[in-house]
């Protein structure tokens, strides 16, 4: 039996099909305009058709800021995008990216190579992008002297801060000799010495804004050393000078409000830093005196005065300690002595006479301590506590003692 698909396994392999095709993934497409609708979501919905045929086209909200202009029936665009098919109703269709109309086909694809140029020689690089001072004094201005541009950059930037010096270059910038003579404001201004350059021109068609799609323009922007602000055309609008500027504004009232800082801005900047100064100020000052403070304990101490009071005042503490010293000795001496008094007393003879006692001696001198050491009438000599009596033994009497 044959294989036998459904309608989506179909849908599906077609719009595969589709996908994997290169060209159909990017492709540019020409024609009239017709039934286009603009759908609440945002989304617009539009057909293009010549001679030949039609084709379905929807660009989704999500791509509308690749469109500039609102589209109209019968109107000649070229529109870039892919082609798919639309799964449900098995249909194919153009997916827009981008709108233009037919007569700027060929300057958009000029665009394109531009770019593609200098982005490959690095013009659009950040490391190359130059910082827009904070507080410029003075600004200079590329762009026509007449125009709501230059209206708009003069009144916003006197209103943020009325010092401002603004510097205008009368530049072309549409038609013939314009690239040129924006060139020739850039580098006029750059000699000038001002702080930040703005240049740019209100919004227009792509043929109008092509003078700062040129090459020659771009190549001054890169190298001004002046910090450059390119402000060209509307929001939507993106142009080779916005690439290689160092800093894209979307409107020339925004690169006055980038350019120009606001003047209490500049107050506050000023008192802050007046604040911070002061305070660096004190904590300096702090430190000094704390170094003063150091080095006058410094000569204190190493003074001659003060080491000799310090000498001084250290030999009358010697000398203090010693005496005290001294009196501790001289006392503990005399309470020992004292002591030595009293243990001499305990043994001393004459203690024991004054106590009553006698010492009985012969006249030899020899002490008597027992009745076996003396005979009747022998001589005896009794000392007592006032004297000395002489005496003669009459009688010897022995006592017996308890063994004790």
């Known amino acids: 039996m044959r294989n036998v698909y459904t309608v989506k396994q179909v849908n599906l392999y077609i719009k595969n099909m589709f996908t994997q095709d290169f060209m159909l993934n990017r492709i540019y497409v020409k024609g009239e305009v017709s039934n286009c609708k603009y759908h609440a979501s945002g989304h617009i919905y539009f057909s293009l058709k010549d001679e030949s045929g039609t084709i379905a086209c929807i660009m989704f909200a999500s791509a509308r800021s690749g469109l500039s202009f609102r589209m109209r029936e019968g109107q000649k665009v070229v529109v870039l995008g892919s082609v798919n098919v639309y799964e449900r109703d098995g249909k194919y269709q153009l997916y827009a990216n981008e ?18 140029e200098l982005e490959e020689m690095g013009m659009f690089a950040e490391e190359y992008k130059q910082p827009i001072p904070k507080f410029a004094k003075t600004v200079g201005i590329v762009t026509a002297p007449t125009g709501a541009a230059v209206r708009d950059i003069i009144q916003i930037a006197s209103r943020r801060n009325p010092y401002v010096q603004l510097i205008l270059y009368p530049a072309l910038v549409q038609g013939e000799g314009a690239a040129d003579s924006i060139v020739r404001g850039i580098r006029m201004l750059e000699k000038q010495n001002v702080d930040v ?10 043929e109008d804004l092509w003078a700062f799609n040129e090459e020659k323009v771009a190549r001054a922007i890169f190298e001004c050393r002046v910090p450059v602000i390119s402000a060209v055309g509307h ?14 504004a979307p409107t020339p009232s925004a690169a006055a409000e980038l350019a120009v ?10 008192l802050d830093r007046q604040d911070r100064l002061y305070q660096r100020m004190g904590r300096v000052l702090q430190h000094k ?21 310090e000498k001084r005042t250290y030999s009358i503490q010697l000398e203090d300690r010693l005496q005290n010293r001294l009196q501790a000795i001289l006392r503990e001496r005399r309470h ?13 003879p004459l203690e024991k ?7 009985v001696e012969d006249t030899d001198g020899k002490n008597i301590r027992s009745v076996t050491q003396v005979e009747a009438g ?11 009596i002489d005496t003669r033994v009459e009688q010897i009497q022995k006592e017996e003692r308890l063994p004790g």
């Open 353 to 359: 006479l004054n106590s009553g006692f006698s010492y």
């Open 289 to 309: 005196r704390q170094q003063a403070d150091q080095m006058e304990m410094r000569l204190k101490y190493l003074s001659p005065a003060s080491r000799i009071r």
């Open 378 to 388: 022998e001589r005896l000599r009794i000392r007592v506590s006032d004297g000395v």
């Open 99 to 116: 709108i233009i109309l037919e007569g700027a086909g060929l300057l958009y694809e000029k665009f394109e190579a531009v770019k593609q």
């Open 235 to 248: 929001e939507t609008d993106t142009l080779i000078s916005d690439y290689v500027a160092d800093l894209r």
């Open 197 to 206: 350059m703005i240049v740019g021109r209100g919004g227009g068609s792509i």
């Open 336 to 348: 020992n002595l004292a002591l030595y008094i009293e243990r001499m007393k305990a043994v001393s």
């Open 261 to 270: 800082t606001q003047v209490s801005d500049i107050e506050n900047e000023i």
